[in-house]
């Protein structure tokens, strides 16, 4: 009998071993995917912690003096006068608590004096500094007592000190919103996957086990149509299923069968709501998406399934983020996919809407959502997704494979330049800055070209070719020209909608000033004018253009450039830089005159726009416009004369 | 007789696993013709189900042109796709939908409306009794009913060209009956089959010209005579053994 069902269980492992999209989801996600993203999520949630700790709060004291000297040692606290509407000032945010004691903390009767805390519960440093307070009142009365009851010899009891209240300023609307925000956005996100999956593991995986997907694209439609339909109907179910959700949870709330059932949940905030439905759309576009093109990818229902459960565990993520407050809505945070509707709708919920950053939100959602569904009609439009084939290898030496793996070691580049980098200059800014650019950059470009070359002579690739002159003149005029509207063209311009800390160009100052004009022209202008440039505009152009269009290679290397220096205020700008200076390789050839550019325009930067030495007038503006154009025209020409334009072999 | 499928040196190349070219079909070229049918033979592997594949738009060749009903597989797919009818025993049934419902939905996507949707969904159900079964979903039909409700699907449109890729495989013997029933009308109304298979007492029954196809390329292809004088044997086994060679 045990011989039996041992020769079952080594018949069932032999084939569990060898089924190898289950081994890697099963075991290999867990064991890397997971701890990745939790260690990334506690990270985050812990920064956030600390920056919170390290808040001072404002609280005002009236009544007694020894409830005051009883928070005397409190550490960051600043004690204030107290204002003629404290509640509103609380409210506010003018003031985050205000501890109300009687004049004399003197017994009546039975009952010890009462002391009140007012805070906001929905304010979450106002909650911060009313927990504070409470522990730094408690122990001082502990300690009073602790005191009285030794000098008293020891014997009978004296009751309570004081009698600590905590009484929140929060109205009805906003107790409620803090209430569903801690609850709402989690089981938002991870029904609208829920409801995604169901839809898109049938409609996809499900018709190739059925042999009705090869049916289906038999009739005489282009493939694109029916991948559009298929991703408007999940997105639809997507829609409902979060939009029925959020009416079935917003009926539990006011039935008492969810949350606290003192709040009264009836007074949420209509226009929270309103929000949260609103953004409902963008998001099941995004979760749509990302559903339907893991179903795509696999063979039958049970792979689709097998694919989907890890991604919905990761699902969890995002809502976890937005049960607490310790993440905010900010212009980086409401970049991230998912995670910044999740944030939204808590703050939607809290009443604490931003109007520039949920109008950010919505455009990155509606970005990541136009992103993941051309993704998915690319998977939905393939031979090996509509036959369920194996797919090709993931970095197969086709074009598409090299075109994977260039991306893949863009993403690797600027991720360990990111981390590495970071971790250098922690440690010593400019030796780290200096190891950065000279030692992990062109490493990691090195291992990019390895991983995703695919041949060709190196000096092509790297575009190391001699330059004419006059596109070495015209780099430099073009360089010159650029600073002005760039500085306060483009970034004035995105003030507008991405406010930038006022602290912001401060940042690049500091240790770095201190280091001498010869030091850091050498650190900002030249070894960025070489490294940065062999890397963006050398290594990851040449591929890109190896296995694409000349303008998707442009944007892409472009992105890959302004995402390094890893700050969402200077994203555009820089990914401009890069556009410029991807247009100057293609035009000349040569990677030469973009070396030049970069070290001539981070110099000007440093020199005499950051100096305030260049203030935008209208004869400073005519004139980077004419340097800018004269720059253009003489790279423009230097191009036509060496015959240039002339796409790179596999164009 | 007008030329309906014109193959010229079809390749189809594939990736393996470890990213090596596996050449599924190389340099294959054959001619069908209106009121003919097809046969398309070999083993398993030999290539035929590629071939046909591309024939139908559903894979891009890596090499080669077609010509179906004279429009060009690679740069009009969509015009291909109008002028064929495709059946396999890959290509299935939406499980939910009732045998009318199939009908009626492929009908519309071949841009039949009004009228002339009613008149084909009957005229096909009528065709090929299944009228009874009209309002029954598929998952419900036998295998032979289904079968019915699957070549009603592929004509529905009144193609001119039929691609049929091993379509009598996994049926039971009325279901196979019904299939090759349909094929021989199918030549009797002038249209053209192309029709893959490797059960010989079909390839007797059926077809006009073959093409033995072995290893992703025609081997041979003629009349059944001309093969057999070519080779000097009796039997279309013996006739296929003859030009593939023995293979295990």
């Known amino acids: 009998m045990s011989a039996r069902i041992g020769a079952f269980v080594r018949k069932e492992i032999r084939e569990i071993v060898r089924d190898r999209r289950a081994i890697i989801l099963s075991f290999v996600m867990p064991i890397l995917v997971y701890p990745v993203m939790f260690s990334l999520m506690s990270s985050t949630e812990r920064k956030s912690e600390e920056k919170v700790q390290q808040e001072i709060h404002r609280v005002a004291v009236s009544g007694a003096p020894e409830v005051r000297d009883a928070l005397a040692d409190l550490e960051r606290v600043e004690f204030v006068s107290l204002p003629a509407d404290p509640k509103k000032a609380i409210a506010d945010g003018d003031l985050e608590a205000w501890v109300e004691a009687p004049d004399t903390l003197v017994r009546e009767g039975d009952g010890a004096p009462v002391v009140r805390i007012w805070h906001h519960v929905s304010h979450d440093k106002s909650r911060n500094a009313e927990e504070r307070l409470q522990d730094a009142l408690a122990r001082a009365a502990e300690r009073v007592k602790d005191a009285r009851y030794q000098a008293a010899g020891g014997h009978g009891s004296l009751g309570d000190l004081v009698t600590l209240v905590t009484v929140d300023v929060a109205t009805k609307e906003e107790t409620a919103g803090a209430e569903a925000g801690r609850l709402v956005p989690y089981l938002l996100v991870m029904t609208l996957f829920i409801g995604a999956a169901a839809v898109s593991t049938d409609i996809v995986a499900g018709e190739k086990e059925r042999g009705t997907l090869e049916t289906l694209y038999l009739v005489p439609v282009p493939r694109e149509v029916i991948a559009r339909a298929k991703f408007f109907v999940v997105w639809g179910a997507t829609i409902l299923t979060g939009t029925l959700n959020l009416a079935s949870m917003a009926w539990c709330y006011r039935s008492g069968l969810m949350g606290d059932a003192s709040v009264d949940v009836s007074a949420l905030s209509p226009a929270g709501l309103g929000l949260a439905v609103l953004l409902i759309v963008p998001l099941a576009a995004v979760v749509a998406g990302i559903m339907l093109g893991l179903s795509a990818l696999a063979r039958n229902v049970k792979e689709a399934q097998l694919q989907i459960m890890p991604v919905m565990l ?87 494979g090299r075109r994977r793996a260039a991306m893949f070691a863009l993403s690797a580049t600027v991720l ?7 971790l250098l200059q922690t440690w010593k800014l400019l030796l780290g800055l200096g190891l950065s650019l000279w030692v992990v950059l062109p490493l990691l470009g090195a291992g990019s070209l390895r991983f995703a070359g695919s041949g060709g002579r190196l000096a092509d690739v790297l575009s190391l070719r001699a330059p004419r002159p006059l596109a070495l003149l015209g780099a430099v005029l073009l360089a010159l020209g650029v600073g002005v509207p760039l500085f306060y063209g483009v970034m004035k311009l995105q003030g507008l909608f991405l406010p930038m800390p006022e602290n912001f160009m401060g940042e690049f100052g500091g240790e770095l000033g201190e280091a001498g004009k010869p030091l850091m022209l050498f650190l900002i202008a030249i070894s960025p004018g070489i490294c940065e440039e062999l890397v963006f505009r050398g290594v990851f152009l040449g591929l890109l253009r190896r296995v694409g269009t000349v303008r998707s290679a442009i944007l892409i290397s472009s992105a890959g450039f302004a995402l390094i220096h890893l700050s969402v205020f200077r994203f555009a700008p820089t990914f401009l830089l890069g556009l410029v200076m991807a247009g100057i390789v293609v035009r000349t050839r040569s990677i030469f005159p973009s070396m030049l550019f970069h070290a001539v325009y981070n110099a000007s930067v440093m020199l005499v726009i950051g100096e305030g030495l260049l203030e935008p007038t209208p004869l400073t503006w005519g004139a980077s416009v004419a340097l800018f154009l004269a720059g253009a025209l003489l790279v423009r020409s230097a191009a036509a004369r060496s015959g240039e334009s002339t796409p790179p072999p596999g164009n | 007789m007008t030329e309906r499928i014109r193959v010229q040196d079809l390749a189809k190349t594939f990736l393996g696993a470890k990213g090596e070219e596996i050449r599924a079909v190389d340099g294959v070229s054959f001619v069908c013709r209106e009121g003919e049918v097809f046969g398309l033979l070999g083993l398993n592997g030999a290539g035929k189900t590629t071939t046909l594949r591309m024939l139908s738009t559903v894979l891009t060749p890596t090499a080669g042109t077609a010509l179906v009903n004279g429009h060009d597989i690679a740069s009009d797919p969509q015009a291909v796709r ?3 009818g495709f059946l ?114 079909e390839v007797e029954r059926l077809c006009d010209r073959v093409a033995i196809i072995h290893e992703g390329s025609v081997r041979a292809s003629g009349t059944m005579a001309e093969l057999r004088e070519r080779t000097g044997q009796r039997y279309p086994e013996e006739v296929f053994r003859a030009v593939v060679g023995n293979v295990e």
């Open chain 1, 314 to 400: 990761l699902a969890i993520i995002p809502g976890m983020l937005a049960s607490g407050q310790a993440v905010k809505l900010s212009a980086m945070t409401a970049l991230w996919p998912i995670a910044n509707v999740a944030l939204a709708v808590r703050d939607g919920l809290l009443g604490q809407m931003s109007l520039p950053l949920l109008g950010l939100v919505f455009v990155a959602s509606v970005g990541w959502g136009f992103l993941v569904t051309r993704w998915t009609a690319g998977i939905l439009s393939r031979e090996d997704t509509i036959l369920g084939f194996s797919p090709e290898p993931l970095f197969a030496h086709t074009v598409g």
């Open chain 1, 416 to 422: 360990a330049f990111f981390y590495v980098g970071g």
């Open chain 2, 82 to 84: 109008e002028s064929i």
């Open chain 2, 88 to 201: 396999s025993g890959t290509t299935g049934l939406y499980p939910r939908l009732t045998a009318e419902e199939t009908l009626r939905f492929f009908g519309e996507f071949h841009g039949l409306e009004g009228d002339r949707l009613d008149s084909a969904v009957e005229r096909v159900l009528e065709t090929f009794g299944i009228t009874k079964y009209r309002t029954q979903r598929c998952e419900k039909l036998s295998t032979g009913m289904k079968q019915k409700v699957n070549i009603g699907r592929a004509v529905v449109h009144d193609p001119p060209v039929l691609i049929l890729d091993e379509p009598t495989s996994g049926l039971d013997v009325l279901a196979a009956a019904t299939t090759l029933e349909f094929v021989e009308s199918c030549r009797a109304e002038g249209k053209c089959v192309l029709f893959s298979t490797h059960i010989m007492s």
